[in-house]
């Protein structure tokens, strides 16, 4: 009895181990670094540093524009700014735009992602800045990880006036029980550990802070993009999120057939700056 007792208390501790190690592996991910600039796109930026409220220096570019519109264009996980810039390229002649590396990604300040819940900071970084600049129709278009981050904070934050949201997860528990699925029944204790971590580590509960919360409260206009495809990101996301937004008569959705993750339909570009056109 006493080796069964010992034996289940070294798997204990080693599970504790392997999802600690685990959440660290996501928060801390191996950065892709694309090494392009708009000059590559033939845009004009300048170079800015925004400070988020919780004091950490991002690196953004400012492409700007005699239009009073303003879009804000957030990359996704683990990737940077400069993967949005063949979006920009289809958008500067119509809007202002303003790209920026989340925290711990590309060049910006910070020791990890935390994969929505801080990066609302670096969004309302973004908006304090076009703000300064006088523009009041803002739209923000965010793929991935800046999609759910683009719903968290429409929710809250009154000065997105419309989103569009490119295979965005709806909400991290379902996410990391999707990702683990091979551990079968062991998936569930291992990813409530790492939501434990991760609630240790920025101090608020990411599931509570879920797209698929922050869905309910969102007014404006809001374009829901997934592919059916998606094999990082399942398509069940997209639906759930559909579910939640029934009752906001502003809600588009369009879902492709076919396309991977990060994969652009062939109308994509043109589809977005249709909505922002209609939208701001």
Known sequence: ????????????????GV???SFWLVVR???????????????????????????INLSAWFVDSEEKRALV?????????SDMLSIASSLHHDFALLLLDFRYFGKSEGYYTTLGVKERLDLQAALNFLESKGYEQ??????????????????????????????????????GQETYSRLFVLKYPLVE????????????TVTSLSPL??????TVPVFIVHTKKDEQISFSHAMRLKELLIE?????????????????????????????ERTL
């Open 73 to 81: 264009l957030l990359h996704g996980y683990p990737a940077e700014k």
């Open 138 to 175: 803002i739209g923000v278009m965010g793929f991935s990880l800046g999609g759910a981050t683009a719903l968290l904070t429409a929710a809250e934050d009154k000065r997105i006036d419309s989103v569009v949201s490119y295979a965005a997860f709806s909400d991290l528990r379902i996410l």
């Open 213 to 218: 919360n922050a869905a309910k409260n969102i």
């Open 29 to 55: 991910p191996a950065k892709i670094i694309f090494n392009q600039s708009p000059s590559d796109f033939n845009l004009t930026a300048e170079e800015l540093t925004l400070e988020t409220e919780d004091g």
């Open 19 to 21: 999802s600690l190690w």
């Open 248 to 276: 906001n008569q502003k809600a588009e959705f369009y879902f492709p057939e076919q396309g991977l993750h990060g994969e652009l339909p062939v109308d994509f570009n043109s589809r977005i700056k249709n909505f922002f």
């Open 1 to 16: 009895m006493k080796k069964v007792i010992l034996y289940f208390l070294v798997f204990v501790l080693g599970f504790v």
């Open 193 to 204: 550990l790492m939501l434990l971590w991760s609630r240790v580590l920025s101090g608020e």
